[in-house]
Nanobody
């Protein structure tokens, strides 16, 4: 089992920044990929970005150049730095971990961007 705990959400004005953290615990060895997803009201959950065990990172087109994923292996933590936030970034953000063959989710953290 893998447990994921997100933190760092909140309310911010458009153009502002937030940093989300995702702390992983449990059987974290051989996690293949960790990532961030988001789900806005009435919309499907979508990938924001992910980082593989080898360090490869990919982002959704909508956040490229504004969001940055990083990790601290010593702390078993993945971060999502969000800059130049827009109202359309408002959503519940979920941390995700994939370790073959299972997928794990955090409880989610709310990000609200006011215009």
């Amino acid at each position: 089992q893998v447990q994921l705990v997100e933190s760092g959400g909140g309310l911010v004005q458009a153009g502002g920044s937030l940093r989300l953290s995702c702390a992983a615990s449990g059987i974290i060895l051989s996690i293949n990929t960790m990532g961030w997803y988001r789900q806005a009201p009435g919309k499907q959950r979508e990938l924001v970005g992910s980082i593989s065990s080898g360090g490869s990172i990919n982002y959704a087109e909508s956040v490229k150049g504004r969001f940055t994923i990083s990790r601290d292996r010593a702390k078993n933590t993945v971060y999502l730095q969000m800059n130049s936030l827009k109202p359309e970034d408002t959503a519940v953000y979920y941390c995700n971990a994939f370790r073959i063959p299972n997928t794990y989710w955090g409880q989610g953290t709310q990000v609200t961007v006011s215009s």
